[in-house]
Every structure is written in structure tokens, then in C-alpha cells.
């Protein structure tokens, strides 16, 4: 129980320190996503799930939480780029 519990305390400490890091490069290249771009994406993955909007917003965190996975994914995009 010990050893599972020190490992998985490194896996949350890296992960919340990936986290951060994704933030501060998002943070520092004034990586937005607009509430147009978020409400795109909302529709889409709505129907791809075959769910009404409300209804996938609420079961995803909201319209923030689609909006902050869309930043942290052209952060992403942004590294692949930087590192071709």
C-alpha cells in the first residue's frame, strides 16, 4: 500500500507539474480560444456523442472546460511546431 501510494503521488506531482507548465507557455504566448471557438466545439462534440448541448456541457464541466481543453491543445500545437 505504501509503494502505491509513493508512486502514485510522483504520477499526480508530475502531473500537476505538466500542467503548470502547459499554463505558464499558454499564459506566456497569449494562447486564447474564443467563446465562439468553444461553443464550435461543444456542437461538435455533442453530436459526435449524440447528446444534446446543454446536456454534454453539463456532463464536461462547461463551456470553460471546453474553452481551457481547446488553449491547452494549441499549446500543444504550438510545441510540435516549435520542436519540428
Known sequence: ???LKSQMEKEAYNNVLYRLTLEEIM??????VTEAEADKEATELAEKYKMEKEDFLAQFGGIEMIQYDLEIRK???LLKELNK
Open 1 to 3: 500500500e505504501a509503494d
Open 27 to 32: 499564459t506566456l504566448e497569449k494562447i486564447e
Open 75 to 77: 499549446v500543444m500545437e
